[in-house]
T-cell receptor, first 114, second 111 residues
Framework: DAKTTQPPSMDCAEGRAANLPCNHS???????VYWYRQIHSQGPQYIIH???NNETNEMASLIITEDRKSSTLILPHATLRDTAVYYC???????????????FGKGITLSVRP | DTAVSQTPKYLVTQMGNDKSIKCEQN?????MYWYKQDSKKFLKIMFS???????INETVPNRFSPKSPDKAHLNLHINSLELGDSAVYFC??????????FGNGTRLTVT
């Protein structure tokens, strides 16, 4: 799986959009970009994933650049409960056998301030 | 509720003891995992089972023995506990290309 790099931390004000960057310059054509987050004292939680097109669900939006070398996770209206470590992970399907695992990096710590 | 559930949530024990952590998922997934998160917060895969068969074993000491009685359960037994085993252990499950679902962890403290 391609490596990802994320800044160690960032903060944003409650109610504002949080834009979390991820660099994956060595991504290959069939690798998907996944985002998970880990709120303190909880297990990691899936947020969203995408291949080329921008994606949106009830939690967040994922913007992937045209060259796919980077992406941004957008939390449109951050709340205090969004304070967590966010992990950007790239994976190539099929996710079976030895390829089924997720490999976590250090992630980015998002602090939402009141 | 559909979920991945682990027991116990907290486990405090002395060096040299043997302990088990249990994990159950009712999501109908066929692959289950154990991850370890150490004091530096790194999450590392330990084991993975698919339909009761060991798929991944990431050079974990053989004091750690996973057991999968059926595809809904993956238990972790640890023999001769050491101080360095203190960590949070997360169970997870998945099905085919679905995202992994994680439990809320078991915090193991070895004194």
């Amino acid at each position: 799986d391609a490596k990802t790099t994320q800044p160690p931390s960032m903060d944003c004000a409650e109610g504002r959009a949080a834009n979390l960057p991820c660099n994956h310059s060595t991504i290959s054509g069939n690798e998907y970009v996944y985002w998970y987050r880990q709120i303190h004292s909880q297990g990691p939680q899936y947020i969203i994933h995408g291949l080329k097109n921008n994606e949106t669900n009830e939690m967040a939006s994922l913007i992937i650049t045209e060259d796919r070398k980077s992406s941004t996770l957008i939390l449109p209206h951050a709340t205090l409960r969004d304070t967590a470590v966010y992990y950007c992970i790239v994976r190539v399907p099929p996710y079976t056998g030895a390829n089924s695992k997720l490999t976590f990096g250090k992630g980015i710590t998002l602090s939402v301030r009141p | 509720d559909t979920a991945v559930s682990q027991t116990p949530k907290y486990l405090v024990t002395q060096m040299g003891n043997d302990k088990s952590i249990k994990c159950e998922q009712n999501l109908g997934h066929d692959t289950m995992y154990w991850y370890k998160q150490d004091s530096k917060k790194f999450l590392k895969i330990m084991f993975s089972y698919n339909n009761k068969e060991l798929i991944i074993n990431e050079t974990v000491p053989n004091r750690f023995s996973p057991k999968s009685p059926d595809k809904a359960h993956l238990n972790l037994h640890i023999n001769s506990l050491e101080l360095g085993d203190s960590a949070v252990y997360f169970c997870a499950s998945s099905l085919n290309n679905s995202p992994l679902h994680f439990g809320n962890g078991t915090r193991l403290t070895v004194t």
